[in-house]
């Protein structure tokens, strides 16, 4: 046997070194795009985490609104924000008092000034963060994409309520504003789907039965 080849295998100790260093390059290639994948993935389940948690300041959708009423009020302010969107977008009310567990109904105002429907997605946010789990909506339009023709006007109404828990919650007692923050985004559309809102007819939406309230 040559003086340079182990007896384990027959290879020499540079074979040996480089079959080492292959092993760690492939566990080292398979960290990497695992933590990748994990990256991207992260993305959506961190999305559903934080609207079922109410975590990081994300407003929850209930089902219905609580059968508990207090008597404590606290003041709702409505902030609205675009992004890379040539729109015009605005509250229709800068803020509300409401009692906790009581239903508040609120509207914002989209208007696309261009020549060409475009689409649109809201995203939100509550302040403070530690009102995220108790602040939670009947009706949102931030839930879907939403198209506007060409410059039409669409008022979206928010149906919300605060939750009575949030009177309970040490972290939340004492705290009388929570702000409600929108922000509007370009919506990524496929282009049968963007040729199909472009012929669409113009959405009217008149929720509940009834012209936008300034307050309530």
Do not use: W
């Given at each position: 046997?040559?003086?340079?080849?182990?007896?384990?295998?027959?290879?020499?100790?540079?074979?040996?070194?480089?079959?080492?260093?292959?092993?760690?390059?492939?566990?080292?290639?398979?960290?990497?795009?695992?933590?990748?994948?994990?990256?991207?993935?992260?993305?959506?389940?961190?999305?559903?985490?934080?609207?079922?948690?109410?975590?990081?300041?994300?407003?929850?959708?209930?089902?219905?609104?609580?059968?508990?009423i207090l008597d404590r009020k606290v003041t709702i302010r409505f902030d609205a924000n675009l992004r890379d969107l040539p729109w015009e977008f605005q509250?229709?009310?800068?803020?509300?008092?409401?009692?906790?567990?009581?239903?508040?109904?609120?509207?914002?105002?989209?208007?696309?000034?261009?020549?060409?429907?475009?689409?649109?997605?809201?995203?939100?946010?509550?302040?403070?963060?530690?009102?995220?789990?108790?602040?939670?909506?009947?009706?949102?339009?931030?839930?879907?994409?939403?198209?506007?023709?060409?410059?039409?006007?669409?008022?979206?109404?928010?149906?919300?309520?605060?939750?009575?828990?949030?009177?309970?919650?040490?972290?939340?007692?004492?705290?009388?504003?929570?702000?409600?923050?929108?922000?509007?985004?370009?919506?990524?559309?496929?282009?049968?789907?963007?040729?199909?809102?472009?012929?669409?007819p113009p959405r009217i939406v008149e929720p509940l039965g009834g012209a936008p309230s300034r307050g309530l």
């Open positions: 046997m040559s003086p340079n080849r182990t007896p384990k295998d027959g290879l020499t100790p540079r074979e040996v070194a480089a079959r080492r260093n292959g092993k760690v390059a492939l566990i080292c290639a398979v960290t990497f795009f695992g933590m990748v994948g994990a990256a991207y993935a992260a993305v959506p389940l961190y999305k559903l985490f934080c609207q079922a948690t109410g975590f990081d300041g994300t407003v929850r959708k209930a089902v219905a609104k609580p059968t508990r509250t229709l009310q800068a803020s509300q008092d409401v009692r906790i567990g009581d239903t508040g109904l609120a509207f914002f105002k989209v208007t696309n000034p261009t020549d060409k429907p475009q689409t649109g997605r809201a995203l939100y946010n509550v302040v403070p963060e530690s009102a995220g789990p108790y602040f939670q909506k009947l009706e949102c339009f931030c839930f879907s994409n939403q198209t506007i023709q060409p410059h039409q006007t669409v008022e979206f109404p928010v149906v919300y309520f605060v939750d009575p828990k949030f009177a309970d919650d040490p972290e939340t007692q004492g705290k009388n504003e929570i702000t409600l923050s929108y922000t509007f985004f370009p919506a990524v559309e496929d282009a049968k789907k963007a040729k199909v809102a472009a012929e669409a």
